[in-house]
């Protein structure tokens, strides 16, 4: 099947609204992703909170990647899905006791640790059940990704991460910890990162930090994580359908400071499931107000939160009809305002029952769908079995 076109018949005999997923693109996107990480012998572990969905965790579980989880929850579902425990990384700002717990008891590579409060509760526990936990510090680096304000964590007014400043303090208490041990640092910046020279001065700022660290501590970092946040071309879903990896591992490789032996990490969420993610909507009404014309569709913000939440861009397309352009306010049967999926989108003449199609939504689509309006959740289709 041709990139972008969707098999619109059969979708015709499927209740909506529902996620559909092109495998071919997903295999095709961990391709790029592992051969250009490859180059340089760079782990990458996939970023869960992206999508959650069984079936494409086991595809890239499949491919051999690791998994960076943020919830007792996402570690449970990246271990049935098949990634070894070995090759989870942890993190988050609010790890619940029973979280670490079973971290600890799964054997996961790695705590990416917060705060100092963090640190103490999880030696604690680790104390307590007899085992050291493998913990990295993640550093808030304080550097400006460019990208939407919700969805930028490495500023230093940003919940995540330990500020530069209390970086001494980290250290101080990691020393006096029995029962956890520095196995690496780790950042991130933000999501949907499109410049790449925010990542450049990620690199730079880690390398000053890594020999800051090895002249006080006398010791080398074993890993180094970079975290996620490569964006994706949401504008150009056919003709750009996977992102940037050539460039991103690149522009790491050019300017990190690599120690011998060292393991570098990267958490990629988006960059990986976006666009081969697609959510199909029926047209209800087309709705004629007095100033704009509405396409009121089945599926609202309950399935699809992007534009709602964060003026997310998603690429509108009518399926099932290939009359003049007209444009359309495209809306969800949400009762609220914010319920606008775009406005002034232009779609071949739409009319009820058309199919439209919600483009790049494989990444923090379903996985963010709620059960608002006492609706159901979406189903979801795949390529090879629709
Ligand atoms: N690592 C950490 C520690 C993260 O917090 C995130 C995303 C990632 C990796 C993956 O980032 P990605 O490669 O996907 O950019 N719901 C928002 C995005 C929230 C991202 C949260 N953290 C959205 O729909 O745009």
């Known amino acids: 099947m041709l990139k972008g076109r969707f098999p619109a018949d059969k979708f015709k005999e499927i209740p909506t609204p529902f996620y559909y997923y092109d ?23 996939y970023a869960v909170k992206a999508n959650a969905n069984p079936r494409i965790l086991s595809v890239i579980a499949g491919r051999g990647l690791g998994a960076d989880c943020v919830s007792g929850g996402e570690i449970r579902a990246a271990v ?27 054997g996961i590579a790695c705590f990416n640790v ?18 050291t936990a493998p913990v990295a ?16 964590t490495g500023r230093k007014e940003n919940k995540f991460g330990i500020n530069l400043e209390q970086l001494d303090s980290a250290l101080d208490s990691i020393a006096r910890l029995h029962s956890a041990r520095l196995t690496g640092i780790h950042y991130h910046l933000g999501s949907q990162i499109t410049d790449l020279t925010a990542f450049q001065s990620l690199v730079i700022r880690s390398n000053e930090i890594q020999d800051e660290l090895e002249a006080r501590l ?19 879903p056919n003709h750009l359908p996977v992102a940037a990896f050539e460039s991103y591992f690149a522009v790491v490789h050019k300017l990190l400071k690599r120690r011998e032996g060292q393991q570098i990490h990267f958490e990629p969420g988006r960059s ?38 964060y003026d997310a861009y998603h690429r509108i397309e009518n399926i099932t009809a290939d009359g003049d352009a007209e444009l359309y306010d495209v809306v969800g ?21 058309d199919l439209l199609a919600l483009r790049s939504a494989g990444a ?18 795949f390529s090879d079995t629709i």
Request: charged residues 25%.
């Open 364 to 381: 923090y689509g379903e996985v963010m769908a709620s059960q608002y309006n006492c609706r159901r959740l979406p189903a979801s289709y």
């Open 333 to 353: 049967p949400i009762c609220e305002s914010s319920d606008v999926f775009g406005r002034d989108v232009e779609l071949n003449k739409v009319r009820r029952g």
């Open 272 to 309: 990986i499931v976006g666009q081969c993610g697609t959510l199909i909507s029926k047209v209800l009404y087309v709705k004629e107000g007095v100033t704009r014309r509405f396409a009121v569709l089945d599926a609202g913000f309950t399935e699809l939160i992007r534009p709602a939440m």
């Open 80 to 106: 049935e899905a098949g990634f070894n425990p070995r090759n989870i990384v942890f993190a988050g700002v609010g790890k619940a006791d029973w979280e670490i717990e079973l971290g600890l008891d799964k």
């Open 137 to 152: 510090l993640r550093i808030n680096p304080d550097i400006d990704a460019h990208t939407h304000a919700k969805i930028t």
């Open 218 to 236: 006398g010791l080398s970092l074993e890993n180094v994580n970079f975290g996620g946040g490569l964006g994706i071309d949401y504008y150009h």
């Open 114 to 131: 917060e705060s100092v409060a963090e640190l103490e509760v999880i030696n604690e526990i680790a104390s307590r059940k007899g085992k």
């Open 23 to 45: 495998l071919d693109m997903l295999r095709e996107t961990l391709d790029v992703a592992t051969k250009e990480a490859g180059r340089y012998d760079y782990r990458v572990h």
